[in-house]
C-alpha cells in the first residue's frame, strides 16, 4: 500500500528499505554487542570481535560468577520489579481518574493542572535530589519500595496524564450521555463504557510510566542503600569482579541483559492489546 | 407515557449566553413533537434540558406531572436517539441493547425477550451478535433505536437521527420511526434542522431561532399561517417568496402586480396594518395565466421574464426576477436561514413560480403569470410578525 502522490517504483523501495535497515541495525548494535559481552569469558573480554570464540553462560549461571549467585542481584531484581509494578498501577489508576476529571468536566485551575502537570515533567529530577534524601531520611522512607515508588509516580503521572487525556478527547461525549441515560451513574459510565474505550491508552501509559521506574537509575542509587529497596540498575554499579584486579564486565553484560528481557516482554505483551484496541476501530462509531 | 410541560424554561451560561429563552409548551401524551430550527438555534439544548443533560437555569419542566428539574438523567426514564448514534463499540449489538436493562437488573429472560422482539421489528435478529463495527450506518441506526425502545421508556428524545444517513436510506428511516412511533404510541421529541422531516413526521412542530420559540403549531398550520417571517422562510421547499410590498387599504401593491385583496384576507388584518409590508407568496400560488381554471379567483395577471425553467415530471419551477427587493429587511433572516440574502440584488428579487406541467414557458422568454390573491401573506417590514390574524 501506498501513500498517495508516491510512485512504487523499484528505486524508491530500494531508498526506503536501505532506510529501514540502517536504523534497525544502529539501534541493535549495541544491544548486540551487550549480548556479546555477556557470553564472553574474563580473558576475551579486553578483545574486540562480535562473536563471542569461546561462548559460555559463566557470567549469568557460573558458581563464582553468576549474576544469578551474585549476592544482591536475585533480591534486586525482585525489587525492581515489585517497585515498577507497584508505580505502574497506581500512576495508570490515578490518571486515569485526573485524565478523565480534566476532559470532562469543567472546573477551575483546570488548565492549571494541566500546566502543573507539564512543568512537574520538565523538572530535573536531579535538581530534587538532594533534598529528597534528607527528607526520606527524617520521615523513614530512605531504603524502602514506597520511597521509590513515590518519586517514581510524581514524574511519570504527568505523562500519563497528557496521554490519557489525549485518548479520553477521542471518544465522543455523546456515549458519556447515552449511558448516563441508559440509566447509569457517572461512575458506572465510566467503568463500563468509557475506560475499555481507553484501555488501550492505558496500556500506553502503563508502558511507558514501566520503562521510567524500570530504567531508572538517579532515584534508585541515591535513595537506596542496602538489599531491602535497591534496584537492578543501582545494583549493578555494586558488582564486583572475581578479584580486586578483574573489572565485572562480563557479569555487567549480563545483568543488563536479564534487566531488558522483562521490559521487552512487557512491551510484546501490551503492545499486542495497543494494537488490537486501535485497529478495533472501537472508538469511531 | 407521560406528558412533558415547559414553563418559562431558559438556559444560560456563565458567560451571559442564552442559548434558550424562555420555552413555554406542553407537549402532549403520545405526541410525535418536532423541534425544528437553523443550527445553534438552541433546539438541541433544549432537548439536552429535557433528557438531563444540561440544567435548568430558570423556569420549571413537569414529566407527567412531576417537577424534574433536578432528577438525574438516569432516573428520568427518557431513552435518547443521539446523530452520532452514540452505540458502545466495544459490545455487540445485543449487549448495546440489553445495556439499559441490565442497569435495571432485570431477569435475563425477559431481557431476552424484549431484546429479541426489539430486534425483530428493526429486522436486526441476524445482526445479534455482531459488533457495530461491521454495520452500516441505517443498521447502527437501527440499533440505536432499539436501545431505546427495550426499555419502554415514557419518552423517545432524539437529536438529528437520521442526518448521518445518505438521502435514500433517510427517507426510508423516517417512514420507519414514524411507523415505531405510531404502533408504540410513546412521547416522542424529535429534533431537526431539516423542515421536511419536521412537516412530514411531527404531529405538532416548534419552530425555534436563537433561542426563542417562534411558533408551535401542527405543520398544517405552520405552513399556511406562518406567525412571523421567519417560520415563513423557514418552512417550504422551494422557500416562499418575500417581496416588498405597500398595503393601501384593502390593495397591496407589489413589485410586478397590484392585488384586490378579498374579503377573507381583509377581514383578518390585524388593527393598524397598512403601509410597508413584506408580502410572502408561496411557489404554488402562482400560475401559468392561461391555464387557470377558475376565472372568477382575485388574483392579479402580469408579465414576467422567465430566467430558468425546472420541469420535474410532476411539477415544474419558473424562475424570473422582478423590480425592487426587501433585501434590507430580509439581511438578519436571510443570516439565520442560511441562504445568500434569499436570492436578492439590491433592486432585483428572485421568484420561484409553481406551474402546472403543462405550461409553455419557455427559458428566456416573457410568459403571462398569474397570481392568486386568497393566499398571499402580509408581514409587517421592521417587526417581520404576520399581519394576517389566524382564522379559528
Same mark, same amino acid.
Given at each position: 500500500?501506498? /501513500?498517495?502522490?508516491?510512485?512504487?517504483?523499484?528505486?524508491?523501495?530500494? $531508498?526506503?528499505?536501505?532506510?529501514?535497515?540502517?536504523?534497525?541495525?544502529?539501534?541493535?548494535?549495541?544491544?548486540?554487542?551487550?549480548?556479546?559481552?555477556?557470553?564472553?569469558?574474563?580473558?576475551?573480554?579486553?578483545?574486540?570481535?562480535?562473536?563471542?570464540?569461546?561462548?559460555?553462560?559463566?557470567?549469568?549461571? @557460573?558458581?563464582?560468577?553468576?549474576?544469578?549467585?551474585?549476592?544482591?542481584?536475585?533480591?534486586?531484581?525482585?525489587?525492581?520489579?515489585?517497585?515498577?509494578?507497584?508505580?505502574?498501577?497506581?500512576?495508570?489508576?490515578?490518571?486515569?481518574?485526573?485524565?478523565?476529571?480534566?476532559?470532562?468536566?469543567?472546573?477551575?485551575? #483546570?488548565?492549571?493542572?494541566?500546566? @502543573?502537570?507539564?512543568?512537574?515533567?520538565?523538572?530535573?529530577?536531579?535538581?530534587?535530589?538532594?533534598?529528597?534524601?534528607?527528607?526520606?531520611?527524617?520521615?523513614?522512607?530512605?531504603?524502602?519500595?514506597?520511597?521509590?515508588?513515590?518519586?517514581?509516580?510524581? $514524574?511519570?503521572?504527568?505523562?500519563?496524564?497528557?496521554?490519557?487525556?489525549?485518548?479520553?478527547?477521542?471518544?465522543?461525549?455523546?456515549?458519556?450521555?447515552?449511558?448516563?441515560?441508559?440509566?447509569?451513574?457517572? $461512575?458506572?459510565?465510566?467503568?463500563?463504557?468509557?475506560?475499555?474505550?481507553?484501555?488501550?491508552?492505558?496500556?500506553?501509559?502503563?508502558?511507558?510510566?514501566?520503562?521510567?521506574?524500570?530504567?531508572?537509575?538517579?532515584?534508585?542509587?541515591?535513595?537506596?542503600?542496602?538489599?531491602?529497596?535497591?534496584?537492578?540498575?543501582?545494583?549493578?554499579?555494586?558488582?564486583? @569482579?572475581?578479584?580486586?584486579?578483574?573489572?565485572?564486565?562480563?557479569?555487567? /553484560?549480563?545483568?543488563?541483559?536479564?534487566?531488558?528481557?522483562?521490559?521487552?516482554?512487557?512491551?510484546?505483551? $501490551?503492545?499486542?492489546?495497543?494494537?488490537?484496541?486501535?485497529?478495533?476501530?472501537?472508538? #469511531?462509531? | 407515557?407521560?406528558?412533558?410541560?415547559?414553563?418559562?424554561?431558559?438556559?444560560?451560561?456563565?458567560?451571559?449566553?442564552?442559548?434558550?429563552?424562555?420555552?413555554?409548551? !406542553?407537549?402532549?401524551?403520545?405526541?410525535?413533537?418536532?423541534?425544528?430550527?437553523?443550527? *445553534?438555534?438552541?433546539?438541541?439544548?433544549?432537548?439536552?434540558?429535557?433528557? *438531563?443533560?444540561?440544567?435548568?437555569?430558570?423556569?420549571?419542566?413537569?414529566?407527567?406531572?412531576?417537577?424534574?428539574?433536578?432528577?438525574?438523567?438516569?432516573?428520568?426514564?427518557?431513552?435518547?436517539?443521539?446523530?452520532?448514534?452514540?452505540?458502545?463499540?466495544?459490545? !455487540?449489538?445485543?449487549?448495546?441493547?440489553?445495556?439499559?436493562?441490565?442497569?435495571?437488573?432485570?431477569?435475563?429472560?425477559?431481557?431476552?425477550?424484549?431484546?429479541?422482539?426489539?430486534?425483530?421489528?428493526?429486522?436486526?435478529? +441476524?445482526?445479534?451478535?455482531?459488533?457495530?463495527?461491521?454495520?452500516? *450506518?441505517?443498521?447502527?441506526?437501527?440499533?440505536?433505536?432499539? &436501545?431505546?425502545?427495550?426499555?419502554?421508556?415514557?419518552?423517545?428524545?432524539?437529536?438529528?437521527?437520521?442526518?448521518?444517513?445518505?438521502?435514500?436510506?433517510?427517507?426510508?428511516? &423516517?417512514?420507519?420511526?414514524?411507523?415505531?412511533?405510531?404502533?408504540?404510541?410513546?412521547?416522542?421529541?424529535?429534533?431537526?434542522?431539516?423542515?421536511?422531516?419536521?412537516?412530514?413526521?411531527?404531529?405538532?412542530?416548534?419552530?425555534?431561532?436563537?433561542?426563542?420559540?417562534?411558533?408551535?403549531?401542527?405543520?398544517?398550520?405552520?405552513?399556511?399561517?406562518?406567525?412571523?417571517?421567519?417560520?415563513? *422562510?423557514?418552512?417550504?421547499?422551494?422557500?416562499?417568496?418575500?417581496?416588498?410590498?405597500?398595503?393601501?387599504?384593502?390593495?397591496?401593491?407589489?413589485?410586478?402586480?397590484?392585488?384586490?385583496?378579498?374579503? +377573507?384576507?381583509?377581514?383578518?388584518?390585524?388593527?393598524?396594518?397598512?403601509?410597508?409590508?413584506?408580502?410572502?407568496?408561496?411557489?404554488?400560488?402562482?400560475?401559468?395565466?392561461?391555464?387557470?381554471?377558475?376565472?372568477?379567483?382575485?388574483?392579479? !395577471?402580469?408579465?414576467?421574464?422567465?430566467?430558468?425553467?425546472?420541469?420535474?415530471?410532476?411539477?415544474?419551477?419558473?424562475?424570473?426576477?422582478?423590480?425592487?427587493?426587501?433585501? +434590507? +429587511?430580509?439581511?438578519?433572516?436571510?443570516?439565520?436561514?442560511?441562504?445568500?440574502?434569499?436570492?436578492? !440584488?439590491?433592486?432585483?428579487?428572485?421568484?420561484?413560480?409553481?406551474?402546472?406541467? &403543462?405550461?409553455?414557458?419557455?427559458?428566456?422568454?416573457?410568459?403571462?403569470?398569474?397570481?392568486?390573491?386568497?393566499?398571499?401573506?402580509?408581514?409587517?417590514?421592521?417587526?417581520?410578525?404576520?399581519?394576517?390574524?389566524?382564522?379559528?
Amino acid at each position: 500500500m501506498s /501513500a498517495p502522490g508516491t510512485t512504487n517504483s523499484g528505486r524508491d523501495k530500494a $531508498f526506503w528499505t536501505a532506510g529501514i535497515v540502517i536504523v534497525v541495525l544502529y539501534a541493535l548494535i549495541p544491544v548486540a554487542w551487550i549480548v556479546s559481552l555477556s557470553l564472553k569469558p574474563p580473558e576475551e573480554v579486553a578483545q574486540g570481535g562480535l562473536l563471542p570464540k569461546d561462548p559460555t553462560l559463566d557470567n549469568y549461571i @557460573g558458581d563464582e560468577t553468576g549474576v544469578f549467585y551474585d549476592d544482591q542481584f536475585p533480591s534486586a531484581l525482585f525489587n525492581s520489579l515489585g517497585i515498577a509494578l507497584i508505580a505502574t498501577l497506581l500512576a495508570v489508576v490515578l490518571a486515569t481518574f485526573a485524565a478523565y476529571a480534566i476532559v470532562r468536566l469543567d472546573f477551575p485551575g #483546570k488548565t492549571l493542572v494541566l500546566a @502543573g502537570a507539564l512543568a512537574i515533567a520538565m523538572f530535573p529530577p536531579v535538581a530534587i535530589i538532594g533534598p529528597l534524601f534528607d527528607m526520606w531520611r527524617s520521615i523513614g522512607l530512605f531504603d524502602t519500595w514506597p520511597g521509590l515508588i513515590i518519586p517514581y509516580m510524581t $514524574f511519570t503521572l504527568p505523562l500519563a496524564i497528557w496521554t490519557l487525556s489525549a485518548f479520553f478527547r477521542e471518544i465522543p461525549w455523546d456515549l458519556d450521555k447515552a449511558a448516563r441515560i441508559d440509566g447509569a451513574t457517572p $461512575f458506572q459510565a465510566f467503568r463500563k463504557v468509557i475506560a475499555p474505550l481507553a484501555a488501550p491508552g492505558m496500556f500506553t501509559s502503563a508502558i511507558l510510566v514501566f520503562i521510567f521506574a524500570w530504567n531508572d537509575f538517579l532515584f534508585a542509587t541515591s535513595l537506596t542503600s542496602t538489599n531491602r529497596a535497591r534496584t537492578v540498575p543501582a545494583a549493578i554499579t555494586f558488582f564486583t @569482579g572475581s578479584s580486586q584486579f578483574t573489572f565485572p564486565t562480563g557479569q555487567i /553484560a549480563a545483568a543488563s541483559v536479564v534487566v531488558t528481557i522483562p521490559i521487552i516482554v512487557m512491551v510484546l505483551i $501490551f503492545q499486542r492489546r495497543i494494537v488490537s484496541g486501535l485497529t478495533s476501530g472501537a472508538v #469511531k462509531g | 407515557m407521560a406528558e412533558i410541560v415547559l414553563e418559562k424554561v431558559t438556559k444560560s451560561y456563565a458567560d451571559g449566553f442564552e442559548a434558550v429563552k424562555a420555552a413555554d409548551f !406542553t407537549i402532549d401524551d403520545g405526541e410525535f413533537f418536532i423541534l425544528v430550527g437553523p443550527s *445553534g438555534c438552541g433546539k438541541s439544548t433544549l432537548l439536552n434540558m429535557i433528557v *438531563g443533560l444540561e440544567d435548568i437555569t430558570s423556569g420549571e419542566m413537569r414529566v407527567g406531572g412531576e417537577r424534574v428539574n433536578d432528577v438525574d438523567p438516569k432516573d428520568r426514564n427518557m431513552a435518547m436517539v443521539f446523530q452520532s448514534y452514540a452505540i458502545y463499540p466495544h459490545m !455487540t449489538v445485543r449487549q448495546n441493547m440489553e445495556f439499559p436493562l441490565k442497569l435495571r437488573k432485570m431477569p435475563s429472560d425477559e431481557m431476552k425477550r424484549r431484546v429479541d422482539e426489539a430486534a425483530e421489528m428493526l429486522e436486526l435478529s +441476524e445482526h445479534l451478535d455482531r459488533k457495530p463495527v461491521h454495520l452500516s *450506518g441505517g443498521q447502527r441506526q437501527r440499533v440505536a433505536m432499539g &436501545r431505546a425502545i427495550v426499555r419502554e421508556p415514557s419518552a423517545f428524545l432524539m437529536d438529528e437521527p437520521l442526518s448521518n444517513l445518505d438521502a435514500k436510506l433517510r427517507v426510508q428511516m &423516517r417512514t420507519t420511526i414514524a411507523r415505531l412511533q405510531q404502533r408504540l404510541g410513546t412521547t416522542t421529541v424529535y429534533v431537526t434542522h431539516d423542515q421536511v422531516e419536521a412537516m412530514t413526521l411531527g404531529d405538532r412542530v416548534a419552530v425555534m431561532r436563537r433561542g426563542v420559540v417562534q411558533q408551535v403549531d401542527t405543520p398544517r398550520g405552520l405552513y399556511t399561517h406562518p406567525a412571523n417571517l421567519f417560520v415563513a *422562510g423557514f418552512i417550504g421547499s422551494p422557500a416562499m417568496n418575500l417581496l416588498p410590498g405597500e398595503l393601501d387599504g384593502g390593495r397591496l401593491h407589489l413589485p410586478m402586480v397590484d392585488l384586490d385583496l378579498p374579503s +377573507e384576507i381583509t377581514d383578518r388584518l390585524v388593527d393598524g396594518a397598512g403601509g410597508k409590508v413584506i408580502a410572502g407568496i408561496r411557489p404554488e400560488t402562482f400560475e401559468d395565466a392561461s391555464l387557470v381554471s377558475d376565472s372568477d379567483a382575485p388574483g392579479g !395577471t402580469f408579465t414576467a421574464k422567465i430566467d430558468v425553467i425546472e420541469w420535474l415530471g410532476s411539477e415544474l419551477f419558473a424562475h424570473f426576477e422582478v423590480a425592487g427587493s426587501a433585501r +434590507e +429587511e430580509l439581511a438578519d433572516l436571510a443570516a439565520d436561514l442560511e441562504s445568500e440574502t434569499m436570492g436578492s !440584488t439590491a433592486d432585483q428579487a428572485q421568484v420561484v413560480a409553481r406551474l402546472d406541467v &403543462r405550461s409553455e414557458a419557455r427559458e428566456g422568454a416573457d410568459h403571462e403569470l398569474w397570481v392568486d390573491a386568497r393566499t398571499v401573506q402580509l408581514f409587517d417590514a421592521a417587526s417581520g410578525d404576520a399581519l394576517l390574524s389566524r382564522p379559528d
